[in-house]
C-alpha cells in the first residue's frame, strides 16, 4: 500500500520527535520523584521497622530517657523487677548470648504504713521523699520552724577536718554532738589575690562553676545545656575586678594551661594560715542543732534538711502514707519531732526475676531499668560495671514526644477552627467586597508564605513574653499591669518558696513600685492582694504554641474554608432567605452543613502540617528533655490545675526528632531511637492523611447535591 | 434603600411612564367586566373569571430599581396592581426586567450590594415594603418563592418541608408532622411520596423537586408565592403538573409567576404584565393581552415576531 492513498499516514518530522521528548523527560521526571520518596521511606522503614519490633508496645508508652551503655562483669543471682526485665530485654536483642538461669520469684518487701500528726517537724526533703512515694500528697505548709532538732546518720565513721572558724561556730551551736578533745593542727596555704580585667571572655562550664560562688560580678551571654558538657560560652565582664579566692578555685577558673578559663591581668600570691580541728564522728544516728547541721553539711554530711529555712512544720494530719521498712528508718531517725500515730507493717509481693550472666558483656538500660537493677542489687554487689557511657534522649520511648504534639495539635485546631471558619464565613457571606477585604486577602496569601520561623519568633514575642494573663501573683518581668479587683488570695508559703513570690504587706503600691521591690528582694513573682490584669506572656507553653501554631495555620483554614463556602450552590442561601431564615440562620442551616466535608478535610491537612512543624514550636512550647507528662507534677487544684497545665511546657514529636538526629552524636547506640522516632512519626502523618481521606469519600457521599 | 421621598424627582418620566403602562386599575378593564351572569357559563380554570376583582395585594407605584447604586435604572417607573387570590404572569423577552422585579416583591434583591430603589415603593397589604421598621425576614415570610432551578436542601423530604418552620423555632413534633402533610398534599405531592418522607429530596424527580419547593414555600403559610420561571427546567408533564398546582393554589394564596413560555401564561394567569427593557408596556387582563394588545410590542412578542 503507497502511501499516497492514505490520507492519514504517519508524517516523520521534527514535530514528532519533539513531542516524544518532552513526554520522556515528563516519564524520567515523574518516575524519579516516586523511586526517590520509595527510597526514603524505604529506608525509614527499613531500619525503623526492626526497632519498634524489638522494643514492641513499650516504645509508645515509655518517655525518653537516657540510655546506658554498662560494660558488664559476668554474675550470677543478679536481680531485677520483672517489669524492668521487660525493658532490659528490649534493649538487648543479643541477650541470649548471655542471659542464663532465668527464675521467677516473688519478693516481698515490708512497708509501713502510718498517719502524720499536725505538728509534726519535717525536713524538706524528707516532705519530698514522701510525696513522691505517695502519689496522691501535696503538703501546703504555712510555717517552717528553724529551732526543731534534726538528726542524721552516719552509715560507717567519718573523719573530719574542720576550719577553725566552722569549728567555733558548730560547737557554739552544739557543744555536746563533738568529741571533748579534738587536736589543732595549723597549716600554711596560699591564697590568690586576682585583678580580672573588663571585656569578654570565653569560658567552659567547669570554670563557671567555681566562679559562681566567688565575688566576682560576671554574666553569662548564654547558659551551659546539660548534653554539652564541652562547650565554650562568652562571659561578660562589666568592669575591672579585684578578688580573692582559695587555690582550689584558683585552678579551676584561672588556671592559664587549661582551655576555657578566665585569663588574669595581674596575680599575687597571698600567703594565709588556716587553723584546723580534727576529729571523727563514728557511725550512728544524731540528734543536733539545725545550725550545727548546716555546717556538718559543707564537710559531706548527708542529710535532707533545709538547716538555713528550717523544718516545715505540719498544720494538718495525713493519713495513710505508706514507705517501704528502710526509708522509714531513715525518715524517723533524721526527723525527732516527728508526730506519728496507728503504725501497722504491711506486706507487698514484686515479681522480680533472677539471672546469671554468662560472661563479660555489654548491656544497654535506660535510665529506669538501670536505676531499679542497680538499686535491687545494691546489698548484693553483684551487679557489676566496669564503664559506663551514657547517650542523652536515646533510652525509653516516645510517649512524651507523642502526647506533647497531640495537645498542640488539638489546642492549635481549636483556635484556628473557631477563628478561622468564624473569618471565612465573615469574608464570604457577610463583607462587602471591597478595598478592605481586598487587604485582608492579599495579606491573607502573604502570611500563607512566611517563613515558619518567623511565625515562631512571632508566637515568642505575643504569646510567650506578651500575651496578657488575668492572675494575683504577676511577674516582675510584667510589661504591664492594670488592677483590677482586691479579691486575691495570699499564696501558700510552700508555693512563695517554689515560686519566688514576694509578699509584699502594704496593698497601695504602683505597679512598679511593686516590681521594684520584688526584683530587688529576688523575687520573680509579686504577691500584693490585688488581681491584676499582666501582660506577661504565657511562657513557654502549650498554649502559646498551639496559638502560634494556630497562627500559622489560619490563613491555609481561611483559605479552604471560604472555598468550600463558595462551593455551596447560591440556592441554598435564598431557598432559605426565601423562606424568612435571617443571614445567620440560613449560613447556619443551610450552608455549614454543606460546607462541612470541606472543612473537615482542610482542618485534617492543616493538623498533618501543624503536627509536622518543628520552628514555630522550638520558642514557644517544646523542650528537648522533660521527664513529666504535661498535666503531671501539678500541684494545684480545679481550674487552677487547668491553667497551669496549658502553661506546661512538654515535647513534641518533630523537636525530639530534631533532637535525638541533630543535637546529639550519632551512634549506634542513638539510631534506633532516631529512626524509631521518624518512623512513628512518619506513620502518625500516614494516618492523618489517610484518614481525611476517608473522611472526605465518606462525608461527600451522604451529602451531594 | 429606601427611596419612597425620591418618587417625584422627576415628574415628567413618572408620568409617561404612566402613559406607556396599560392604566392597572380602572379604565381599559371595564369593558371585560361585562354580565355577572355571562361569566358564570365559562369554564372553571377561565382566566377571565374574576379576572379583576378582589382587592390589591401588592401595590407598585413608579418603582425604578438599579442594580449599581443608580448608575443605570433596570427597572423604570413600573407602576402595577397585583390583586388577592389569582396569578399574576410577568413575560418578556431576557433582560426585560421581570425577575429583577419579582425579587423587589420579597426583597431578594437586597442581597445583592449595589442594588437600590432609585424611586418609587411597593406596597404589599398596604405596607411600604422598603420603609426602616419593615423586616425582610418578617416580610419573606409573608412573600414565599419558588425558584427557577428546584433547590431542594440535601435533606430528607420531611426536613425540607419542616425546615421553615424549624427556623421560626418551631420543634414540637406533632405539629410539624401536620404542618408537613397539610403542605404535601397541597403540593399534590403527598400521594407520591408518603411512604419515604424520610428519603433524601434529591432522589425526586425533577418536577417533584420542584414541587417540594412549592410544598417547602407553602409549609411556612405565605400570602403571597412568587414563581420565578418555576417549570422552565422541567419536561412538558412536569410542567402541567405543576401548572395544575398552581390552579390550585390560586384559591388560598396570590400568586406571581414570571415565565418565558407564553402558552404557560395564557394557559394559568388571571392577569398578565409585558415587560420590554425595564418597562412595563403593557397590563392587563390574559385574555385581553393575548387576544388583543394595546400596545405593538406586546402584540409582536406573542405573536413571535421577536423575544
Known amino acids: ?705 | 434603600m429606601n427611596q419612597q421621598d425620591s418618587a417625584n424627582i422627576d415628574p415628567t418620566a413618572t408620568l409617561s411612564g404612566q402613559a406607556v403602562t396599560a392604566a392597572p386599575t380602572e379604565a381599559p378593564d371595564a369593558p371585560l367586566r361585562q354580565d355577572p351572569a355571562h361569566t358564570e357559563h365559562l369554564h372553571a380554570k377561565s382566566i377571565t373569571e374574576n379576572a379583576l376583582e378582589g382587592k390589591t395585594m401588592i401595590k407598585i407605584e413608579d418603582l425604578s430599581f438599579s442594580y449599581d447604586k443608580g448608575k443605570t435604572n433596570t427597572l423604570q417607573n413600573i407602576s402595577l396592581d397585583i390583586p388577592e387570590k389569582q396569578v399574576t404572569a410577568f413575560i418578556g423577552p431576557s433582560g426585560c426586567g421581570k425577575s429583577t422585579l419579582i425579587r423587589c416583591l420579597n426583597r431578594m434583591n437586597d442581597l445583592v450590594e449595589t442594588s437600590c430603589i432609585t424611586s418609587g415603593n411597593i406596597k404589599i397589604m398596604g405596607q411600604d415594603i422598603h420603609a426602616k421598621e419593615v423586616s425582610a425576614i418578617e416580610l419573606r415570610k409573608q412573600v414565599g418563592m419558588v425558584f427557577q432551578k428546584y433547590n431542594p436542601f440535601p435533606k430528607s423530604i420531611y426536613d425540607n418541608v419542616a425546615y421553615g418552620l424549624r427556623i421560626q423555632g418551631i420543634k414540637k413534633k406533632s405539629v410539624l408532622d401536620e404542618a408537613v402533610e397539610r403542605s404535601l398534599k397541597n403540593a399534590a405531592l403527598w400521594d407520591e411520596v408518603k411512604d419515604r418522607l424520610k428519603d433524601s429530596a434529591l432522589g425526586l424527580s425533577g418536577g417533584q423537586q420542584q414541587r417540594l419547593c412549592i410544598a417547602r414555600t407553602i409549609a411556612v403559610r405565605p400570602k403571597v408565592i412568587l414563581m420565578d420561571e418555576p417549570c422552565s427546567a422541567l419536561d412538558p408533564i412536569a410542567t402541567a403538573k405543576v401548572e395544575e398546582l398552581m390552579l390550585e393554589l390560586r384559591k388560598d394564596f396570590t400568586i406571581v409567576i414570571v415565565t418565558h413560555s407564553m402558552q404557560q401564561a395564557s394557559r394559568i394567569s388571571d392577569r398578565t404584565a409585558f415587560f420590554y427593557l425595564g418597562e412595563l408596556i403593557e397590563y392587563g387582563s390574559t385574555t385581553h393581552i393575548f387576544t388583543n394588545p394595546t400596545a405593538k410590542q406586546t402584540e409582536d412578542y406573542i405573536s413571535g415576531r421577536f423575544g
Open chain 1, 1 to 705: 500500500m503507497g502511501s499516497s492513498n492514505n490520507p492519514f499516514s504517519k508524517q516523520r518530522n521534527s514535530e514528532h520527535i519533539k513531542e516524544t521528548l518532552v513526554k520522556l523527560t515528563f516519564i524520567v521526571f515523574t518516575y524519579l520523584i516516586i523511586f526517590a520518596a520509595l527510597g526514603i521511606f524505604g529506608k525509614i522503614i527499613y531500619e525503623g521497622a526492626p526497632v519498634l519490633w524489638q522494643k514492641g508496645w513499650s516504645f509508645f508508652t515509655k518517655k525518653p530517657q537516657t540510655l546506658f551503655v554498662n560494660q558488664v562483669e559476668k554474675g550470677e543471682g543478679i536481680e531485677i523487677p520483672a517489669q524492668n526485665f521487660d525493658g532490659l530485654l528490649a534493649n538487648n536483642p543479643d541477650a541470649d548470648k548471655w542471659l542464663t538461669n532465668v527464675t521467677e520469684f516473688e519478693k516481698t518487701t515490708e512497708f509501713i504504713k502510718f498517719d502524720l500528726l499536725s505538728g509534726s517537724r519535717i525536713g524538706s526533703g524528707y516532705l519530698g521523699e514522701l510525696e513522691s512515694l505517695n502519689a496522691d500528697v501535696y503538703v501546703l505548709y504555712t510555717e517552717r520552724d528553724t529551732d526543731a532538732a534534726v538528726g542524721f546518720q552516719l552509715q560507717a565513721e567519718k573523719k573530719i577536718s574542720m576550719q577553725q572558724s566552722d569549728y567555733v561556730a558548730l560547737t557554739k551551736a552544739d557543744h555536746k554532738l563533738l568529741p571533748a578533745e579534738t587536736p589543732e593542727r595549723t597549716v600554711n596555704l596560699s591564697d590568690f589575690e586576682l585583678t580580672i580585667a573588663a571585656g569578654e571572655y570565653p569560658i567552659g562550664k567547669d570554670a563557671h562553676d567555681a566562679l559562681v560562688p566567688t565575688e566576682l560580678v560576671f554574666q553569662m551571654r548564654q547558659t551551659f545545656a546539660d548534653d554539652e558538657p564541652d562547650k565554650i560560652n562568652l562571659t561578660l565582664i562589666p568592669h575591672e575586678q579585684t578578688i580573692t579566692v582559695s587555690a582550689d578555685i584558683y585552678y579551676a577558673a584561672f588556671d592559664e594551661e587549661e582551655r576555657g578559663t578566665l585569663p588574669v591581668k595581674s596575680e599575687q600570691e597571698v600567703p594565709v594560715s588556716r587553723t584546723f580541728h580534727d576529729f571523727t564522728l563514728a557511725a550512728g544516728s544524731y540528734i543536733t542543732k539545725p545550725e550545727a547541721l548546716s555546717i556538718l553539711g559543707k564537710y559531706g554530711i548527708q542529710h535532707q534538711h533545709d538547716p538555713l529555712k528550717g523544718s516545715i512544720v505540719l498544720n494538718k494530719n495525713i493519713t495513710g502514707l505508706i514507705v517501704p521498712k528502710d526509708f522509714w528508718g531513715i525518715l524517723t531517725q533524721a526527723n525527732p519531732s516527728l508526730k506519728t500515730a496507728n503504725q501497722s507493717t504491711v506486706t507487698a509481693d514484686t515479681a522480680y526475676i533472677r539471672f546469671d550472666i554468662s560472661k563479660d558483656t555489654e548491656i544497654l538500660l535506660d535510665t529506669e531499668d538501670r536505676e531499679s537493677i542497680a538499686s535491687a542489687n545494691e546489698a548484693t554487689g553483684k551487679f557489676v560495671t566496669t564503664s559506663e557511657q551514657t547517650h542523652s534522649y536515646s533510652g525509653g520511648g516516645v510517649i512524651g514526644p507523642i502526647i506533647g504534639t497531640g495537645l498542640l495539635v488539638i489546642i492549635c485546631m481549636l483556635v484556628a477552627l473557631f477563628t478561622g471558619i468564624a473569618a471565612s464565613i465573615f469574608l464570604n457571606e457577610y463583607a462587602r467586597a471591597g478595598g478592605f477585604v481586598k487587604t485582608i486577602r492579599l495579606a491573607m496569601l502573604n502570611l500563607a508564605g512566611v517563613p515558619s520561623i518567623v511565625f515562631g519568633l512571632f508566637g515568642l514575642g505575643l504569646f510567650v513574653i506578651l500575651a496578657p494573663c488575668v492572675t494575683s501573683t504577676p511577674k516582675t518581668s510584667s510589661a504591664m499591669m492594670v488592677p483590677l479587683v482586691k479579691l486575691g488570695s495570699k499564696p501558700e508559703l510552700r508555693v512563695c518558696e517554689q515560686q519566688h513570690i514576694y509578699i509584699c504587706e502594704k496593698s497601695n503600691l504602683s505597679s512598679s513600685e511593686l516590681t521594684t521591690i520584688a526584683t530587688a528582694n529576688g523575687s520573680k513573682l509579686v504577691y500584693d492582694g490585688w488581681i491584676w490584669l499582666s501582660l506577661q506572656g504565657w511562657g513557654t507553653s502549650i498554649l502559646a504554641g498551639g496559638f502560634t501554631l494556630a497562627m500559622m495555620v489560619l490563613p491555609v483554614i481561611i483559605t479552604s474554608c471560604e472555598e468550600s463556602l463558595s462551593a455551596v450552590p447560591m440556592g441554598f442561601r435564598e431557598a432559605s432567605l426565601a423562606l424568612g431564615a435571617s443571614k445567620w440562620q440560613s449560613i447556619r442551616t443551610a450552608v455549614l452543613p454543606y460546607a462541612f466535608p470541606g472543612i473537615l478535610t482542610a482542618s485534617v491537612l492543616g493538623i498533618t502540617r501543624v503536627a509536622g512543624e518543628t520552628a514555630p514550636i522550638m520558642f514557644t512550647a517544646a523542650v528537648a528533655e522533660k521527664s513529666e507528662l504535661p498535666w503531671e507534677g501539678l500541684n494545684s487544684t480545679g481550674f487552677d490545675k487547668f491553667l497551669d497545665f496549658l502553661q506546661s511546657s512538654a515535647q513534641a514529636l518533630p523537636y525530639h526528632i530534631y533532637t535525638v538526629a541533630g543535637r546529639i552524636p550519632q551512634s549506634e547506640y542513638t539510631q534506633p531511637m532516631q529512626y524509631g522516632s521518624v518512623l512513628v512519626f512518619m506513620l502518625i502523618v500516614m494516618s492523618f492523611a489517610a484518614i481525611s481521606i476517608w473522611l472526605r469519600a465518606r462525608v461527600r457521599n451522604k451529602i451531594k447535591w
